[in-house]
């Protein structure tokens, strides 16, 4: 069994990874989003939130402001328009 503290450094070096290439390589972040959530389910390891909510929940495309996807803000949560595949994310926040 790998310890806890590892999948979550191995995760968080994912992420870190994800964010640098998501306006240089954004085939390179869909990649990285793949390989997150792989991890995550691999271990049963529930992903953070800010993890969970930077990519669309329908097509895994990775969530970059004007170029990806559309932010909007309703009445207590944030509605992210994906431009590959025109879904809707909410994300509630208090
Ligand atoms: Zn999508």
């Given at each position: 069994?790998?310890?806890?503290?590892?999948?979550?450094?191995?995760?968080?070096?994912?992420?870190?990874?994800?964010?640098?290439?998501?306006?240089?390589?954004?085939?390179?972040?869909?990649?990285?989003?793949?390989?997150?959530?792989?991890?995550?389910?691999?271990?049963?390891?529930?992903?953070?939130?800010?993890?969970?909510?930077?990519?669309?929940?329908?097509?895994?495309?990775?969530f970059?402001p004007g170029?990806?996807c559309r932010t909007r803000i309703?009445?207590?949560?944030v509605v992210y328009t994906?431009?590959?595949?025109?879904?809707?994310?909410?994300?509630?926040?208090?």
């Amino acid at each position: 069994m790998v310890s806890k503290k590892l999948i979550e450094e191995h995760l968080i070096s994912l992420f870190q990874a994800l964010r640098s290439s998501l306006y240089s390589f954004p085939s390179r972040a869909k990649r990285y989003v793949f390989l997150l959530r792989r991890v995550s389910m691999k271990y049963r390891y529930r992903l953070p939130r800010e993890m969970k909510h930077s990519f669309c929940k329908h097509c895994y495309t990775p969530f970059t402001p004007g170029v990806s996807c559309r932010t909007r803000i309703k009445k207590g949560y944030v509605v992210y328009t994906c431009f590959s595949c025109k879904k809707l994310t909410k994300i509630g926040y208090r």
